[in-house]
């Protein structure tokens, strides 16, 4: 092969492995859901719909998982003070992995006047797959412990998938924390780093990006030793 048709060779081989890299990149799709909940409260049912957001990023060998409500749910008769409220919720799990991830959250930092929609705040759960595949996430039951009672909000009208995540499983696989049947969750300990889908994808670019300058500095030595080479002769 001439020396040209080597530094061709070098340059598309570096081009095609940094494609490569890209086309790796894991992806998700989200989507807000209305969700109607039926809240069994201690002074009776009340109803409510809210829009449910749920949101993915790789973490580690697992991914975080947080689900957001932007509306209230339920009320309470009486005012709930600073950190008298304690939320948690479940998350259905299906397509390539069942059962169900249990997300939670901090108290509520500011007193919450009576007869007003209870404002979740997020709640966020760690998901440890075991198979790899697509895996979507839906809306459960929300759980509201405030001043010695229980609040339990079920959805009704049966909502789609507020996530799909391709997910990859740990090597070894297996399910450990709170979470039944396919996955694993919690919602405590300290925040680990994020790296989901797009800083995945921009990662990977990045990689792709030195594999292209390893090729091109391949070339170039190439390039200078040919030049040597010439002078010597």
Not at 41 to 51: C, E, L, Q
Not at 55 to 79: D, L, N
Not at 125 to 145: D, M, N
Not at 173 to 189: D, E, P, R, V
């Amino acid at each position: 092969m001439s020396y040209r048709n080597r530094t061709a060779a070098l340059a598309s081989a570096a081009a095609l492995a940094g494609s490569a890299v890209l086309m790796a990149a894991p992806t998700a799709r989200a989507e807000v859901v209305d969700v109607n909940y039926q809240c069994k409260t201690p002074i009776g049912d009340k109803s409510a719909v809210s829009p449910i957001d749920i949101k993915g990023v790789r973490s580690g060998s697992g991914y975080r998982i947080t689900m957001s409500w932007q509306k209230g749910v339920s009320s309470s008769p009486v005012e709930l003070g600073k950190g008298a409220m304690m939320p948690s919720a479940t998350i259905a799990l299906g397509g390539a992995d069942s059962g169900t991830l249990t997300v939670t959250g901090p108290a509520n930092d500011a007193a919450i006047p009576a007869n007003t929609p209870i404002k979740i705040n997020d709640l966020s759960g760690t998901y440890t797959p075991k198979k790899s595949g697509e895996v979507t996430f839906t809306a459960g039951v929300l759980t509201i412990k405030a001043l010695g009672t229980t609040t339990t909000c079920t959805p009704t009208n049966d909502p789609g998938p507020s996530l799909s995540l391709d997910v990859t499983a740990a090597s070894g696989g297996g399910a450990t924390g709170s979470a039944q049947g396919g996955g694993s969750g919690s919602g405590s300990g300290d925040e680990l780093p994020q790296t989901g889908p797009e800083d995945a994808a921009v990662a990977l670019g990045t990689l792709g990006g030195t594999v292209l300058l390893a090729g091109a500095a391949g070339a170039l030595w190439l390039t200078r030793r040919h030049q040597g080479a010439r002078v010597r002769h």
